[in-house]
């Protein structure tokens, strides 16, 4: 069920309810701004991953400043995005359902759908799915440069789905999807730098072999925050997929050095309990802040840590010295993931100079289908 939403424009940070999850609109149009130039002055196309807004307000946000579409992982996000208004949508993900495959389909009556293949079997099903449908859809086929997830190896085999793509009166071969996931968080610049030249090289043969048998390569998709740099400067890759710039988040954040993004994107807790000196409580847990990739980290508060979660609480710990927090003082913290902790909201609270200035809703909250 949507929640109301925790806050009304005017408002200042002290009157949100809590949790919330709080966008500081300075930091983020900073984000927005700075990657859009940096493709600009590559040359390459931005194609940003709505995986991590979830909104079609972002999204147009984003395309405003020269985006060339969005990416998905689910057919429920491009149906969000799609009817919000977003006219060129890529799922850079694989779609063996029959009816998802029919839904994507009808998508492509409104906007450019593209979507990603690894299995020869798998083309037919797209093929049937459009020509039912009456809509032509463009098919990229993802390759395997390191991420060990979906993605065939570089050979034959790309080549065979690739023609087969080609050879279908309703699909239109679109390219290559090469996304090294791993990459983004490996610490060091050194270990990125060698993870991308390898997948480079792959993608590069791959874009080759194709060429050999006359199909070429209007995509090459792949990208993140953590590499977005190398990608640009590679030669090969033609799009950027980045999709955490817009917010950053703790775990981004422990990258040496750490991308160039501004911290945008927190959730706002309130002060519950404060039983001891050295310990205070918040209302924000495990139900409010994602911590696959570690707990979350207080901002602009020194000596106080967030050191443990439950359901509904967290734990600050606090350091010798350090001030003692107020019942129902507000903290601000930074996700340790931020694309799941956006999916724990259905509203973003826009922040500038400490007060509301907007609210739009987290649109495909929970769109996993």
Known sequence: ??????????MSLDEIDTPALVVDLDAFEYNLNFMAAQAAAAGVKLRPHAKTHKSPVIALMQMARGAVGQCVQKVAEAEILAWGGVKDILVSNEVVSPRKLARLAALAHIAKISVCVDNATIVPAIEAAARASGANLNVLVEIEVGAERCGIAAGQSVITIAQAIAASPHLTFGGLQAYHGRAQHQRTPQERAQSIAQATEITASVVSDLAAVGLNC????????????LEAGSGVF????????IFMDADYGRNTPPP????????????????TPDRAVVDAGLKAVAVDSGLPVVWNRPGVTYSGASDEHGTLSLEPGTPLLA??????????????TVDRYDWYV????????????????????
């Open 1 to 10: 069920m949507l929640q109301n939403p925790p806050a009304e424009p005017g």
């Open 218 to 229: 209007p995509i090459v998709g792949g990208a993140g925050t953590g590499t977005f740099a």
């Open 238 to 245: 033609t799009e950027l997929q980045v999709g955490s710039y």
């Open 260 to 275: 160039p993004f501004q911290n945008a994107l927190f959730v706002l807790a309130s002060v519950m309990s404060a039983p």
């Open 327 to 340: 019942l129902d003082e507000r903290v601000l913290l930074i996700p340790g993931h931020c694309d799941p």
């Open 350 to 369: 826009g922040v500038r100079n400490n007060r509301v200035e907007r609210v739009w809703p987290v649109a495909a909250r929970g769109a996993m289908g």
